[in-house]
Structure formats: structure tokens, C-alpha cells
């Protein structure tokens, strides 16, 4: 009897296997392989936790993470120049990256994005003026 129950738990598969079947079989895709938009909200998040923390160098690495994801996304430029700008006092870099998305963000110049970008770099021009 002890030799059948030995043999029972020898061919159980092990628990990791297990879960790795489960989430293959009812989550396809989800950890292994995630969509762009899903890494873009993660990294903002972490970009929020990270600026919440006053880790402003973790803040820009997650920032540029999402722009190597959608190298166009202008709401992670715009934070990218705030970063810049409010925190890190990198002044040149901020004027740089608040062109930039005022550069491409002509089309529409009525966007938030657009008349945040022109106000902070008018703020900032007037500042070291």
C-alpha cells in the first residue's frame, strides 16, 4: 500500500506545471507576449509610482520605455519635458522636448497637449529670461 501511494504522487505532475497549464490553457497570450497598448499602461504606471516616489531617474527610464514602445505618443514626451523641466532642472533638455511636441502636435493645435507644451516652454523661457 505504501509503494502505490509512492507511485501515485511520483507521476502527479508538479505544481508548477500545473499553473503553467492553467494560465496557457485560460489566459493565452497574457504574461507572455503583452499587446502595446498593455505595455504602455504599465510603464505609465510605474512612471506614476516612480514620480510619486520623487525617483525621477526610475520616472524618465519608464518614460522612455513607453517611447520606444509608440515612439509618438506626445502625452509621454510632454510628461518627459515636465520631468525635465520641474524636477531635474535640466533646463536645455526640457526646451528640447517641449519643441518637440509642440513640433508634432501642429496639426492640431487646439489639443491639450499642444497648448500644455507652449505654456510650460513660455513659463520656462520667461524663467531664465
Do not use: C
Amino acid at each position: 500500500m505504501i509503494n502505490q501511494q509512492l507511485r501515485i504522487r511520483r507521476h502527479a505532475p508538479p505544481a508548477k506545471s500545473r499553473l503553467l497549464s492553467a494560465v496557457m490553457t485560460y489566459l493565452p497570450d497574457a504574461w507572455f507576449s503583452p499587446s502595446s497598448k498593455e505595455l504602455v499602461s504599465l510603464y505609465r504606471l510605474r512612471y506614476k509610482m516612480a514620480l510619486d516616489d520623487r525617483k525621477y531617474d526610475s520616472a524618465l527610464i519608464f518614460l522612455n520605455k513607453i517611447l520606444e514602445v509608440e515612439p509618438l505618443n506626445l502625452e509621454a514626451k510632454l510628461s518627459k519635458a515636465e520631468l525635465f523641466h520641474r524636477h531635474l532642472n535640466d533646463y536645455g533638455s526640457a526646451v528640447e522636448n517641449y519643441n518637440k511636441v509642440i513640433r508634432l502636435s501642429q496639426q492640431t493645435p487646439a489639443s491639450a497637449v499642444h497648448l500644455q507644451a507652449r505654456e510650460s516652454l513660455s513659463e520656462l523661457m520667461e524663467m531664465l529670461s
